[in-house]
Structure formats: structure tokens, C-alpha cells
């Protein structure tokens, strides 16, 4: 029965395009009601499909769907769902600060391994900031140069001097001593409040280093109420994406039945991001792999099935135990995959760092912001470290770009229809993520002088 309904949709998704193609590009004259059947018949075979799949993803990929179909479709009616998506923006928001602050905290003062390691923890530090920052320019000159979020007419609300308030006001130039200043909190719970994400990391850091320092029975109560804050926080957010198909077709059908043509701008996105992460591939890790002499074949033999893994489920945790062992049969020691593998899914997200830069501009060119090389630094600045806070998080990506967003007023809207194609550009992404982490061990084995040595500790 669920390969029926899946044929069936993919069958009524066909006719669709079909039709399309030959009333735009051949000219044909197709009457409208054929056109608005096959379309509502695929959706609805889609939904049957979801409701059979039982899967998040799936089902907000569905929703954007019937988002788009609504849109078109009934465009007065798509004009009064707007509050939908802006309840999902108000619970992601919550969970901004107190995620960062926890999971920082305990990543900084339960991290007694790296103290440890001493110098391996350092070299893996160095690498991970390194790489993950030239991802993140990557995707800054990918975005820049696609401009696929220019010429996107968002709906906005309001009067027209809120607009440009919105447009202009809210987005003031700003010297290079503000710049630096605001880095810096005077009241946490004032940068809670205000959503100045960049304040609340540097107040976690400091804070984790300084509980780092204090005594193990000072310590212990402190970092275990962090790790439970995180833990909630993950749940939290967990509970929230539950709502995501909803919030998804509320965007996008608002969005379309105000501006149909953000639709190619979202395949022109998903197609920047796509090239932008082959040629990070290509002209960075490969370059890697072949100066520290990994032997290529093997590397990408190994690490097909987690890689796989990854592409599927999106997620980088369900391909860990098999990426560990895929290093491990490549001549990395366990005493380093052990380390810097889980060190590495949190600090050296490569997939997710460049499509962070990349979406987070796309923000601003949606919302008509024009932001120079100044501001787009002080930006990635941001995300070189927000990115490193929340990467266990589901959807995580999410998160921070709505904190992103927040730290430098641009608006919600273009976050919404970026969450349409968010599953097709986290598969993505992962992917890239764990291919990163891998070859991250091989490096710092290399580093070592211990690739080769396969020795179990014991």
C-alpha cells in the first residue's frame, strides 16, 4: 500500500510538471482546472505517502508542497496564515540563549580530556577552527556571487514607515569601535532579552573557563545543572520541530500567494549551495587528504556507508559509531578517533558553517539589506563561534540562523522559506560534516606521527 501511494504521487507530480512544460515552453493551450486537479491530486497522494512514512522530514517536505499549492491556489486564504509560522519563530527563540549557555559551558568546563591531551586537544583546535572558517568564506563568495536571494519581494505588514524603519533605521552603519564593543555583554540577562546571541557566547565562554578553574566539588553541581539545561533544551527543541510542517506551510504558502517567484530563488539557493559544497570538497579536503598522503580510495571506500548514513537520515550522530570504525580500519588509532571524532562534531561542522554564511546572506538579500564586506566579516565572526554551540541540536542550523538573524535585524521572513528546502540542503550538509570529521582524525593522526599505527589502548 506504501509503494502504491508513493507511485501514485510521484505519478500525479510527473503529470504536473508536465503539463507546466507544455503550457509555458510549448505553447500549448492546457486549460487551468486540468492544471489545478493534477496538481491538489499530487498533493494529497503526497500526504498519503507522508502519513504512511511517519517522518519529520518527509512530512515538511509534503507541507511545502501543499504550502505551494495553497499559494497559488488560494491566495486570499494564504494571506491570513501568516501568524502559523510566526508562533514556530517565537518557540525557536527561547531556545536560543539558554542552549548556547548550556552547551558551551559544558563543552568548556567538562572537557577535562582536553587538558589532558594537552597538546593533541590543541592541534585538533587549530585544524577545526581553520578549516571550518574557510568553509564559512567559501560560502560567503558562493552567496555573494549567486545573489540568489536578490530580486525576492518578501510581504511585509505594517505601515509604510515601518517598512522602512524595518529597511533602514533598524539597520544602522556602525564604526568599528561599536562593533567591538558590542561584542562584549554589561547585563546577560539584557542580552538574553534583546536576542544578542554574540553576547551571550562570550558571557558562556568566560563563564566556562572560569568554572573550569574552581574546585572539582565547586565545580560538579554547577556543570551537571549546564548538561541538564542542555539536555531539556534538546528535548525542547525536539518538541518544537513537531510543529515545523505546520510553521513550513503556513511560509510558504503565505509567501507564494504573495510573491510566486521566491520559488527560483529557493532552487537557485539549494543549487548554490550544492556547488559551493563540491567545491570545498574538491578544492579544500581533497588538497588535505593528499598532503598528509591518506590514500584517497580507500578513504572514500571507507567512509561510503557513513557518509550514506549521514545523507539519509541527516543526521551526523547515527553515522558515528560507523565513521569511528571506518578510521580506525584506515590505520587511525583509537585513541584519536576516540577523541577527535566527538570533539570534532562539535567544533568542526563544515557543512554546516558554509551553509550558515551562505543562507544568513541569502537573509539579507531577500530582505533587500545590503550589507558591505565590513558587516559580512563581523557576521561570519559571529557564526565561527555560535556555530560551535548547538551542534548536537536537531535542526540546529535553525537555530542559529535565527539568532544570526536577530543579532543583526534582519527579518524572519526569508528563514521561513529557506526551512521549505531546509531537509534537501541538510542532507547536504551532513554529509559534508562527517566527511570533514573523518578526515579530521586522519590529519591530526598524521600530525601525530601515529596514521598507521592501529594499536588499541588498553
Same mark, same amino acid.
Given at each position: ?10 505519478? =500525479? ?13 510549448? %505553447? ?27 517522518? *519529520? ?15 497559488? $491556489? ?27 549557555? %548550556? ?6 568546563? %567538562? ?67 561599536? /562593533? ?7 547585563? /546577560? ?21 572560569? *568554572? ?21 533544551? +534538546? ?21 507564494? %500567494? ?21 567545491? +570545498? ?29 549521514? +545523507? ?7 553515522? *558515528? ?17 576516540? =577523541? ?31 550589507? $558591505? ?48 528546502? $531546509?531537509?534537501?540542503? $541538510? ?32
Amino acid at each position: 500500500m506504501n509503494q502504491l501511494i508513493k507511485w501514485a504521487s510521484w505519478v =500525479f507530480i510527473s503529470i504536473t510538471l508536465g503539463l507546466y512544460f507544455f503550457k509555458s515552453q510549448a %505553447g500549448l493551450s492546457i486549460p487551468e482546472w486540468l492544471i489545478i486537479s493534477s496538481r491538489w491530486l499530487a498533493v494529497w497522494a503526497l500526504i498519503g505517502w507522508a502519513a504512511q512514512r511517519r517522518n *519529520l522530514t518527509t512530512w515538511i517536505l509534503v507541507s511545502m508542497a501543499a504550502g505551494i499549492a495553497t499559494g497559488l $491556489d488560494f491566495p486570499e486564504f494564504s494571506n491570513h496564515l501568516n501568524v502559523l509560522s510566526k508562533i514556530f519563530l517565537k518557540l525557536i527563540k527561547t531556545i536560543v540563549a539558554p542552549l548556547i549557555f %548550556g552547551t558551551l559551558v559544558v563543552g568548556i568546563a %567538562g572537557h577535562s580530556n582536553i587538558k589532558q591531551v594537552g597538546r593533541m586537544g590543541l592541534k585538533s583546535m587549530l585544524y577545526f577552527y581553520a578549516v571550518t572558517t574557510i568553509a564559512l568564506f567559501i560560502g560567503l563568495a558562493a552567496i555573494n556571487i549567486s545573489q540568489a536571494g536578490a530580486g525576492i519581494e518578501l510581504p511585509r505588514e505594517g505601515t509604510e514607515s515601518e517598512k522602512i524603519e524595518q529597511l533602514t533605521g533598524a539597520h544602522k552603519k556602525r564604526t568599528t569601535s561599536d /562593533i567591538i564593543l558590542h561584542i562584549f555583554p554589561e547585563n /546577560i540577562a539584557k542580552s538574553v532579552s534583546e536576542g544578542e546571541v554574540l553576547q551571550v557566547v562570550v558571557f558562556s565562554v568566560l563563564f566556562g573557563v572560569a *568554572l573550569a578553574l574552581v574546585q572539582e566539588e565547586k565545580k560538579q553541581p554547577f556543570l551537571s545543572f549546564a548538561e541538564s539545561l542542555s539536555e531539556v533544551m +534538546f528535548k525542547f527543541t525536539h518538541i518544537i520541530m513537531y510543529y515545523a510542517p505546520v510553521a513550513v506551510f503556513a511560509a510558504i504558502a503565505y509567501t507564494v %500567494g504573495k510573491t510566486p517567484g521566491a520559488l527560483l530563488n529557493l532552487l537557485k539557493l539549494l543549487a548554490t549551495l550544492y556547488v559551493a559544497l563540491i567545491f +570545498f570538497l574538491v578544492a579544500v579536503l581533497l588538497p588535505i587528504a593528499w598532503f598528509i598522503r591518506l590514500p584517497i580510495r580507500s578513504f572514500i571506500k571507507a567512509i561510503a556507508e557513513p557518509v550514506s548514513i549521514a +545523507f539519509a537520515t541527516t543526521s551526523s550522530e547515527a553515522a *558515528l559509531p560507523r565513521a569511528m570504525e571506518a578510521m580506525e580500519s584506515l590505520g587511525v588509532p583509537r585513541k584519536i578517533v576516540a =577523541f577527535v571524532m566527538p570533539t570534532g562534531y562539535t567544533f568542526n561542522l563544515d557543512g554546516t558553517t558554509l551553509y550558515l554564511s551562505l543562507a544568513s546572506v541569502f537573509v539579507a538579500q531577500a530582505a533587500g539589506i545590503y550589507m $558591505d564586506w565590513k558587516e559580512q566579516l563581523f557576521m561570519a565572526l559571529t557564526l565561527i563561534i555560535t556555530s560551535k554551540g548547538v551542534a548536537g541540536v536537531p535542526r540546529a542550523s535553525l537555530v542559529i540562523l535565527s539568532g544570526t538573524a536577530a543579532q543583526f535585524n534582519l527579518p524572519a521572513e526569508p528563514i521561513f522559506i529557506i526551512l521549505g528546502i $531546509d531537509a534537501l540542503m $541538510d542532507m547536504a550538509r551532513t554529509s559534508v560534516n562527517v566527511i570533514g570529521n573523518c578526515l579530521a582524525t586522519a590529519v591530526i593522526a598524521r600530525w601525530e606521527g601515529e596514521l598507521g599505527k592501529t594499536e588499541i589502548l588498553q
